[in-house]
């Protein structure tokens, strides 16, 4: 029963350079959402998504940042021309059920990006 | 607008100390959901417990216990008996209304337990 997962766990990447992000949800939950947590900040909501559906991305970045949760596959969190602000954890969190309010959501432990 | 705040940033006990970590919320919102969850070094976050607004007993939880007090808006947590195992970054989160998904959190607690 495995719970959500991240990969990668830490992920380096130069100025300008791509970073993916992958996360596959908890058996059975079909929503999924995306956190960024900078340096000894609280998580912050970056986007929603269900299964082929961006519900909300308020709080992506308008450039550069992507999100992607495909029919098959896992959630991705794309980050293109990464540059040293983009520096944090992202933590995925999954959900199940109907009322996504009344849940309880589970995270992932985690991806550590660190741009050079 | 929703927000909470954690204003301790740091505590630092001793071992088998009992300690209380503090969160005051804000919301507009008449239906709502409080949570804690803990992050210990390895980074993962821990869910601990959910708490919707219209139930403020106290709940105890072996030696951790809420206390949720709508009259101050402040839901916090205590750990008795405080172990090396307890050091971790304490996080308090909101939740607005049944059709919201976003959890808001604070900035987090930092404990460190010294033996």
């Known amino acids: 029963n495995a719970g959500v997962m991240q990969n990668p766990r830490h992920l380096v990447r130069r100025r300008g350079q791509e970073a993916r992000l992958r996360c596959s949800p908890m058996k059975g939950h079909s929503h999924v959402y995306w956190y960024r947590q900078l340096p000894e900040e609280g998580l912050k909501f970056m986007v929603y998504l269900q299964k082929e559906n961006i519900i909300d991305e308020s709080g992506m970045p308008k450039e550069r940042f992507s999100a992607e949760f495909p029919k098959e596959g896992p959630s991705i969190l794309r980050i293109q021309q990464v540059v040293r602000g983009d520096s944090a954890a992202y933590f995925c969190?999954?959900?199940?059920?109907?009322?996504?309010?009344?849940?309880?959501?589970?995270f992932g432990a985690g991806s550590r990006l660190t741009v050079l | 607008a929703q927000k909470v705040t954690q204003a301790q940033t740091e505590i630092s006990v001793v071992e088998k100390e009992d300690v209380t970590l503090d969160c005051v919320y804000e919301t507009r919102d008449t239906t709502y959901y409080l949570f804690w969850y803990k992050q210990p070094p390895s980074g993962e976050l821990v869910f601990l417990i959910r708490?919707?607004?219209?139930?403020?007993q106290n709940e105890i939880s072996g030696r951790y216990s809420w206390n949720f007090q709508k009259s101050t808006s402040s839901f916090n947590f205590t750990i008795t008996a405080s172990q090396v195992v307890d050091s971790a970054v304490y996080f308090c989160a909101l939740r607005g209304g049944d059709s919201s998904y976003k959890l808001i959190f604070g900035s987090g607690t930092r404990l460190l337990v010294r033996p």
């Open positions: 708490r919707n607004s219209f139930d403020e």
């Open positions: 969190a999954s959900s199940g059920g109907v009322n996504p309010g009344a849940n309880v959501l589970t």
